[in-house]
């Protein structure tokens, strides 16, 4: 089994920063990329940020030049810096990672559980 644990959400005040982390831990053979993702009340899960291990990032419009995606490949963690929050970016913020189990299976993605990011104005 595979399982993401995210921590570090919480309540934050406008302006301020919070540093969410996730860990991936199970059977994993290798992980190609992992993310971020936020849903907020009453609207559709969205991407916030995505980064292949190794190589590149990209974020959602909303959050670019505020949020920092970044990875420790060795400990199968990925972060996201969030600086200069609004209170738009309250949501439950998932966890996410396309990875392989063995060498033999497909790529599948995999979800943690979320963490709750409110930020009050």
């Known amino acids: 089994q595979v399982q993401l644990v995210e921590s570090g959400g919480g309540l934050v005040q406008a302006g301020g920063s919070l540093r969410l982390s996730c860990v991936a831990s199970g059977t994993i053979f290798k992980i190609q990329a992992m993310g971020w993702y936020r849903q907020a009340p009453g609207k559709q899960r969205e991407l916030a940020a995505r980064?292949?291990?190794?190589?590149?990032?990209n974020y959602a419009d909303p959050v670019k030049g505020r949020f920092t995606i970044s990875s420790d490949n060795a400990k199968k963690e990925v972060y996201l810096q969030m600086d200069n929050l609004k209170p738009e970016d309250t949501a439950v913020y998932y966890c996410?990672?396309?990875?392989?189990?063995?060498?033999?299976?497909?790529?599948?993605?995999?979800w943690g559980q979320g963490t709750q990011v409110t930020v009050s104005s």
């Open positions: 980064i292949i291990l190794g190589g590149s990032t």
């Open positions: 996410n990672a396309e990875l392989k189990k063995r060498p033999w299976d497909p790529q599948s993605t995999y």
